[in-house]
């Protein structure tokens, strides 16, 4: 009996997958662009995770005898004021800007969602007071907000990430108070609340995952303007600190040598991150099929 039992999980777990794979394949094939926002996003993870095992030189080691070189076959994008290898440092930011990126939207994504649920749900008082401290944190102009809590704290990595979630929370507790709204009184609520659940679990497993679609399309776009938030900071000095590959810091450092023709200084750093929150809002749209359960049918 335990042996029939374990080989039915077996096969259910086979078939899940199975589907779950199939329905990934269905969705890259049916949509273009989200097959490209896939790839790029794949290049992306793969030059956080390999890039700086890969470049050929060490993004912190300088030489003055090459600085300012144009873009070669040695230096791809050439070399900076320094004679650092612009295509290395601009590699090997990526694992760190994303890692923020990452961070702060996961951090966001947690708070605003459980905050979000609770007002929705239960609804009172603690709708009133979550409203308004949503309200309070919205009523500044976000980058603003997020240099004052950074120049309050101090300009470290970790304060860039607090910074950047704070400033997103609102989006994603008005969303989930927003879904679960108008879910709390569906049929299949009742349904699951008759048949003895908890109004946690019925929170948690029943009305959450059909907020999840327009969520992963929050969180595509949040993961592009965290990076914009992080590479802003650093421009005007309130993120990354140099000599760290980073970039804002990179377009910064670049900028004071466009006018003497140095162009590549700041157009490679600012193009890779152009690439980066380009990917990220191609990537909702293909987020939310997959996690969509209407799709699956």
């Known amino acids: 009996m335990m042996h029939q039992l374990a080989e039915n999980t077996t096969a259910q777990g086979r078939r ?115 409203n308004r401290l949503m309200d309070t944190i919205m009523a500044f102009p976000l980058f603003v907000l997020a240099m004052g809590i950074v120049a309050a704290l101090g300009n470290t990595i970790e304060n860039i990430i607090y910074a950047t979630a704070i400033i997103n929370i609102p989006f994603y507790a008005r969303l989930v108070r927003a879904e679960v709204n108008i879910r709390r009184e569906a049929g299949f609520v009742r349904a699951a609340k008759l048949a003895g659940n908890s109004d946690i679990r019925v929170l948690v497993m029943h009305i959450f995952p059909n907020a999840l679609p327009p969520m992963m399309v929050q969180v595509s776009l949040n993961l592009g303007w965290a990076i914009l938030n992080a590479a802003g900071l650093s421009f005007i000095g309130l993120g990354v600190r140099p000599p760290t590959p980073e970039w804002g810091i990179m377009v910064a450092e670049g900028a004071n040598f466009i006018v003497s023709g140095e162009w590549w200084l700041a157009v490679f750093p600012g193009l890779w991150l152009m690439i980066a929150v380009f990917t990220f809002n191609l990537l909702g749209d293909g987020l939310r099929d997959l996690v969509d359960p209407r799709k699956r049918t």
């Open 16 to 130: 899940s997958t199975s589907n779950s794979l199939s329905h990934l394949w269905y969705v890259l094939r049916t949509n273009p662009i989200t097959l490209l926002a896939f790839v790029l996003f794949a290049l992306i993870i793969l030059s956080a995770v390999f890039g700086p095992a890969l470049v050929p030189y060490d993004p912190l080691q300088t030489n003055a005898a090459i600085a300012l070189q144009a873009p070669s076959s040695e230096h791809w994008f050439g070399t900076d004021s320094v004679g650092r290898d612009v295509f290395s440092r601009v590699i090997v930011a990526t694992r760190l800007d994303l890692a923020i990126s990452i961070a702060a939207v996961a951090l966001s994504f947690v708070i605003g969602s459980t905050l979000g649920g609770i007002a929705g749900y239960w609804g009172g008082w603690l709708d009133s007071v979550l």
